[in-house]
C-alpha cells in the first residue's frame, strides 16, 4: 500500500510564508515525479507545481515567483515552499504521487489534503 503524508498546512496571514512536505512511502519501485495540486470551494483542483525525478518543475502561472517546488529523492520527499501567500491561495492542498509499482497497482497516488488559509 502507497501513503503520501502531507504537513506543513495552517493559517497565516496575507504576506506570510507556509511549507509543505509530502513525503511517498510503501510499495513502489521508485518516483517519475511528485507535486501539488490546490481545490478551493466552489472550484476545480488545479496544479500548483510538479517535479520530475529529473529535477524538470512546472508552476501555475498564479504561483511562479512565489512558491517554489522542490524534492530530496532519497527521501521519496516533496517540499512546498510557498512565499507573499494572498488570500486566493487558500485551499485544501494535495500532494500527488506518479510512481513506478508492482504489476496490477495502481501508479497514481493523492495525499489526503491539507488545509492553507491566508487571512487579508
Known amino acids: 500500500q502507497v501513503q503520501l503524508v502531507e504537513s506543513g498546512g495552517g493559517l497565516v496571514q496575507a504576506g506570510g510564508s507556509l511549507s509543505l512536505s509530502c513525503a511517498a512511502s510503501?510499495?513502489?519501485?521508485?518516483?517519475?515525479?511528485m507535486g501539488w495540486y490546490r481545490q478551493a470551494p466552489g472550484k476545480r483542483r488545479e496544479l500548483v507545481a510538479r517535479?520530475?525525478?529529473?529535477?524538470?518543475?512546472n508552476y501555475a502561472d498564479s504561483v511562479k515567483g512565489r512558491f517554489t517546488i522542490s524534492r530530496d529523492n532519497a527521501k521519496n520527499t516533496v517540499y512546498l515552499q510557498m512565499n507573499s501567500l494572498k488570500p486566493e491561495d487558500t485551499a485544501v492542498y494535495y500532494c500527488?504521487?506518479?510512481?513506478?509499482?508492482?504489476?496490477?497497482?495502481?501508479?497514481?497516488?493523492w495525499g489526503q489534503g491539507t488545509q492553507v488559509t491566508v487571512s487579508s
Open positions: 510503501g510499495s513502489f519501485f521508485s518516483i517519475n515525479a
Open positions: 500527488n504521487a506518479d510512481l513506478h509499482v508492482p504489476p496490477g497497482l495502481p501508479d497514481y497516488y
Open positions: 517535479v520530475t525525478v529529473g529535477g524538470i518543475t
